[in-house]
Structure formats: structure tokens, C-alpha cells
């Protein structure tokens, strides 16, 4: 279901940072791991970052580790992504997920978008070289 909502993004040159933001609604905010999934032009939907709701843990993908950081503010609720040094392979849709999988735990595999139960309609970010 649609009931997030993405903002922040926008067009960027290389080596530019952004922050996207993603409001949520405070029982799904509490109660389910919260993550950000990307899809380019003509490829799947993969996973960026998570953060889980229970312990805070953290999860990046390999493509973003070291460059980009999920945060999130209880008090507004909402969960952001910081991406510095952006690159052309940056470039796609980002959307705003949550879900019960756990998203953050190494063992169970990267998160899948099929795993996410609410997300938002999401927000372009176009990385110019």
C-alpha cells in the first residue's frame, strides 16, 4: 500500500550529496523496519538501505556502503537517506519502504522488493556526469 512519502530528490552533478526524506505514519514507523529500494531505467528494483525498527540496526548494499547513510528521527517520524558522492550510477527512482522482513539481518538474504508491505510512490534523483 502506498502510505509514504518521499522527498528531496532532484538533479545533481558527480560528486554531489542529497538528502531524501520519507514520512511515515507513527504505527508503521514503530512497529516495522524501514528501508529505501531504487529502480533505473530498464533494471530491476534493488535495495539501497535499511534500518530496523527494533534495534536500530543497519544495512547497506554494496553499491552505496561507505557513500550513502539511513537515519532516522522519532520525533517526526521519519527516516532519511543521505547520499554523498553521488555518481551517474546513482541515477533512478528512489522509494521509501517498509516491512516485516528483516531487512537488516545478514543472514536472511537481501531484501526483496516483494518483502515490503507499505512504500511511497518515490522520488527521482539524476546524477549528471
Known amino acids: 500500500q502506498v502510505l509514504l512519502a518521499e522527498s528531496g530528490g532532484g538533479l545533481v552533478q558527480a560528486g554531489d550529496s542529497l538528502r531524501l526524506s520519507c514520512a511515515v505514519p507513527?504505527?508503521?514507523?514503530?512497529?516495522?523496519?524501514l528501508g529505501w529500494f531504487r529502480q533505473a531505467p530498464g533494471k530491476e528494483r534493488e535495495f539501497v538501505a535499511a534500518?530496523?525498527?527494533?534495534?536500530?540496526?543497519?544495512r547497506y548494499s554494496d553499491s552505496v556502503k561507505g557513500r550513502f547513510i539511513i537515519f532516522r528521527d522519532d520525533a517526526k517520524p521519519t527516516v532519511y537517506l543521505q547520499m554523498n558522492s553521488l555518481n551517474s550510477e546513482d541515477t533512478a527512482v528512489y522509494f521509501c519502504?517498509?516491512?516485516?522482513?528483516?531487512?537488516?539481518?545478514?543472514?536472511?538474504?537481501?531484501?526483496?522488493?516483494?518483502?515490503?508491505?507499505?512504500w511511497g510512490q518515490g522520488t527521482q534523483v539524476t546524477v549528471s556526469s
Open positions: 519502504a517498509a516491512g516485516s522482513h528483516p531487512m537488516t539481518d545478514l543472514d536472511a538474504g537481501i531484501p526483496q522488493w516483494s518483502d515490503v508491505r507499505y
Open positions: 507513527g504505527p508503521i514507523f514503530s512497529n516495522y523496519n
Open positions: 534500518i530496523a525498527w527494533r534495534d536500530s540496526s543497519i
